[in-house]
T-cell receptor
Framework: AQTVTQSQPEMSVQEAETVTLSCTYD???????LFWYKQPPSRQMILVIR??????QNATENRFSVNFQKAAKSFSLKISDSQLGDAAMYFC?????????????FGQGTILTVHP | SAVISQKPSRDICQRGTSLTIQCQVD?????MFWYRQQPGQSLTLIAT?????????ESGFVIDKFPISRPNLTFSTLTVSNMSPEDSSIYLC???????????FGQGTRLTVV
């Protein structure tokens, strides 16, 4: 079975600074997708960034980028120029290609606090 | 992307009662997923709702406690039955993208059992 591990229950960052959230996963699949979701107090799960395992290039979305190390099964999220609105719970998630069809496995989550 | 409407957004219920949560999608989808998020915890998959067949439950979840209906390709309900305070959680429905390589979520239902 696939597992996703986030070893940082809480992280904090100063506004305008950079922070990196860690995630490791375990799988025997070769076709899979990795995600970072943001969950603010509103409960809504917001997709931050998506990475296809077959792509060597790291995904980027504006201030958000990932460091995808396939051999090490590591998938960290870097938030640059942190803003107060970035404060939320962040979840790393895994989706196996093929038969999983949208079924996600989540890490434990990291609470990010942004200090003004 | 899919637009998902989940109702109610929150509720406070008495122990021993049941609550039905609705999830409406703006497009037809083959599968719908129901997750539970206990306070301060991660999301755990309860079951997969398939149209025209019984839902598939994950280990630790049973149909008597979490009956699911899926009458058509755009709608599903999850019932939390005979509730206890331990059922206090956020419940979220999710649907896959057309390629199955992405997932979209409803707004979540925050349930408090007193």
């Amino acid at each position: 079975a696939q597992t996703v591990t986030q070893s940082q229950p809480e992280m904090s960052v100063q506004e305008a600074e950079t922070v990196t959230l860690s995630c490791t996963y375990d799988t025997s699949e070769s076709d899979y997708y990795l995600f970072w979701y943001k969950q603010p107090p509103s409960r809504q799960m917001i997709l931050v960034i998506r990475q296809e395992a077959y792509k060597q290039q790291n995904a980027t979305e504006n201030r958000f980028s990932v460091n995808f190390q396939k051999a090490a099964k590591s998938f960290s999220l870097k938030i640059s120029d942190s803003q107060l609105g970035d404060a939320a719970m962040y979840f790393c998630a895994y989706l196996a290609g093929g038969t999983s069809y949208g079924k996600l496995t989540f890490g434990q989550g990291t609470i990010l606090t942004v200090h003004p | 992307s899919a637009v998902i409407s989940q109702k109610p957004s929150r509720d406070i219920c008495q122990r021993g009662t049941s609550l039905t949560i609705q999830c409406q999608v703006d497009s037809q989808v083959t599968m719908m997923f129901w997750y539970r998020q206990q306070p301060g915890q991660s999301l755990t998959l309860i079951a997969t709702a398939n149209q025209g067949s019984e839902a598939t439950y994950e280990s630790g979840f049973v149909i008597d406690k979490f009956p699911i209906s899926r009458p058509n390709l755009t709608f599903s309900t999850l019932t939390v039955s005979n509730m206890s305070p331990e059922d206090s959680s956020i419940y979220l429905c999710s649907v896959p993208s057309g390629s199955g390589t992405e997932a979209f979520f409803g707004q979540g239902t925050r349930l408090t059992v007193v």
